[in-house]
Nanobody, 122 residues
Framework: VQLQASGGGLVQAGGSLRLSCAASGLTFSSYGMGWFRQAPGKEREFVAAINWGASRTYYQDSVKGRFTISRDNAKNTAYLQMNNLKPEDTGVYYC????????????????WGQGTLVTVSS
């Protein structure tokens, strides 16, 4: 199983980025997908999740209304659209796959991508 996260970069506050997570080696449509992030010196935290069929999504309170998680099962890819970025959004963003429908807990995710760095300047 391989999850390849991409799309990170340096952006000014108020800007946008779109992260992608390309999956291989698993039946993508049978897995819930999540995005987590880890800021320097902090623990990895939940950002957003989406269930198998994209009918349910869940967000951390601090990103609601700014971030949108989506998926394209035909392309085995999940996305995280991030708008109105803030300096506190800075961190390494990881995508992950869970055999459950979806979850906010790191422990429920069986597979993880390598992470992509997002840096938001003020």
């Amino acid at each position: 199983v391989q999850l390849q996260a991409s799309g990170g970069g340096l952006v000014q506050a108020g800007g946008s980025l779109r992260l992608s997570c390309a999956a291989s080696g698993l039946t993508f449509s049978s897995y819930g997908m999540g995005w987590f992030r880890q800021a320097p010196g902090k623990e990895r935290e939940f950002v957003a999740a989406i269930n198998w069929g994209a009918s349910r999504t869940y967000y951390q309170d601090s990103v609601k209304g700014r971030f949108t998680i989506s998926r394209d099962n035909a392309k085995n890819t999940a996305y995280l659209q991030m708008n109105n970025l803030k300096p506190e959004d800075t961190g390494v963003y990881y995508c992950a796959a869970t055999r459950g429908s979806w979850s906010t807990s790191r422990a429920d995710y069986a597979y993880w991508g390598q992470g992509t760095l997002v840096t938001v300047s003020s």
